[in-house]
């Protein structure tokens, strides 16, 4: 009689313990590595007489997605690698960006973005909050992006936002070009 005591409260033990005890229903995150081929930064600055367009590649990155959601990631952007597309600006523009003026790419080839915190605000659609560093300066951003594909297939998402490029120190020209480039993001990314 004491052994089946013993034996009803052991096992009453472990019930309430496991009662109390999270439940682990979270699938694990899965992680894509960044297409760096097809990933990168359009952009579009403006000046009182013209505008020029570009793009910088994406180097490096991933991201975690968790249940088909984005959840988190990291991406390298090759500042050095910047193109100016337009003809008006040709080399001379591209130069000129790559110069102390603005990027200054001899001393910061590289620009980091990580992200801190996403927040779903329709099925497809997220806010996105990260860290972004540009010529040793870093500064929080946040931008709403658009999750397009987040499952066995691959990964793809794209936003499109305004960046002030005075936050980060590239300050030349003020009044003459515009403060604001226009950003158009696109990263692809595979298991």
Do not use: C
Not at 88 to 102: C, I, N, P, V, W
């Amino acid at each position: 009689m004491k052994k089946i005591m013993f034996s009803l409260t052991v096992i009453s033990a472990s019930i309430s313990l496991l009662s109390f005890t999270p439940k682990q229903n979270k699938a694990d995150a899965v992680t894509f590595t960044v297409t760096a081929q097809k990933s990168k930064v359009d952009w579009i600055g403006s000046k009182k007489s013209d505008y020029h367009t570009g793009y910088f590649p994406i180097k490096s990155g991933s991201v975690q997605v968790e249940a088909g959601k984005l959840v988190g990631g990291s991406f390298v952007i090759d500042v050095a690698g910047l193109k100016v597309t337009d003809e008006r600006g040709g080399e001379k523009l591209q130069g000129h960006l790559s110069s102390a003026d603005f990027f200054d790419v001899t001393k910061f080839g590289d620009a980091t973005f990580a992200i801190t915190s996403v927040k779903y605000t329709a099925g497809d659609k997220a806010s996105i909050t990260g860290n972004l560093k540009i010529k040793d300066i870093s500064a929080p951003i946040t931008f709403a992006a658009s999750i397009r594909n987040a499952d066995d297939k691959g990964f793809f998402a794209e936003a499109f936002l305004p960046f002030d490029r005075t936050v980060f120190g590239i300050k030349y020209g003020v009044g003459m070009v515009d403060s604001e480039v226009q950003l158009a993001i696109h990263i692809y990314g595979t298991k």
